[in-house]
């Protein structure tokens, strides 16, 4: 049974571009929620998904948005990337409110 | 508002001893409390959770924590450290009425030989 898959694993993008982040669910697990982590810091958390709606969403601006498809994967992208938008993006995915399971991460350089 | 406090940015024990990893939290309702650890260029994995009951909550390669609703406290913990413990771990919390988890800012484990 394979985990929590992101891709791509490592991205590197100029300021002013868009990016989309990618992430398949844990087989059985229709939620997904995306974190950024910072270098030295804990994530922080940007949004969930369920249903295909988005179901609550952290502190973070309209540049950051997101889908998930019929098949529970989901995306998130960032227009107008900012250097600060570099970290790494952690997707989660649990069933429902369940405990959450993380992928490997996203590592987003912003140049 | 919840949040997590990890009041030790570095722990250092000896391989063999027992080690502690301290977590405090504040929420507005009942707590669910985790702990994961992560691993150089590495996502986050599991290690245990408490939602209910026993306040010892046994998890994952012989790690275990203590809720004490008192002192607001979840404690990680484990009797004989291995140096391939050392890794960074996160606490985290969610109450009952959110379904974000806010995590502590880390504590990087250093188990020496």
């Known amino acids: 049974d394979a985990g929590v898959t992101q891709s791509p694993t490592h991205l590197i993008k100029t300021r002013g571009q868009q990016v989309t982040l990618r992430c398949s669910p844990k087989s059985g697990h229709d939620t997904v929620s995306w974190y950024q982590q910072a270098l030295g810091q804990g994530p922080q958390f940007i949004f969930q998904y369920y249903e295909e709606e988005e179901r609550q969403r952290g502190n973070f601006p309209d540049r950051f948005s997101g889908h998930q498809f019929p098949n529970y994967s989901s995306e998130l992208n960032v227009n107008a990337l900012l250097l600060g938008d570099s970290a790494l993006y952690l997707c989660a995915s649990s069933p429902s409110t369940d405990t959450q399971y993380f992928g490997p991460g996203t590592r987003l350089t912003v140049l | 508002a919840q949040s997590v406090a990890q009041p030790e940015d570095q722990v250092n024990v000896a391989e063999g001893n027992p080690l502690t990893v301290k977590c405090t939290y504040s929420?507005?309702?009942?707590?669910?409390l985790f702990w994961y650890v992560q691993y150089p260029n590495r996502g986050l994995q599991f290690l245990l959770k408490y939602i209910t009951g026993d306040n010892l909550v046994k998890g994952s390669y012989g790690f275990e924590a203590e809720f004490n609703k008192s002192q607001t406290s979840f404690h990680l913990k484990k009797p004989s450290a291995l140096v391939s413990d050392s890794a960074l771990y996160f606490c985290?919390?969610?109450?009952?009425?959110?379904?974000?988890?806010?995590f502590g800012s880390g504590t990087r484990l250093q188990v020496q030989p």
């Open positions: 929420v507005s309702g009942n707590p669910y």
């Open positions: 985290a919390v969610r109450d009952t009425g959110r379904r974000a988890l806010t």
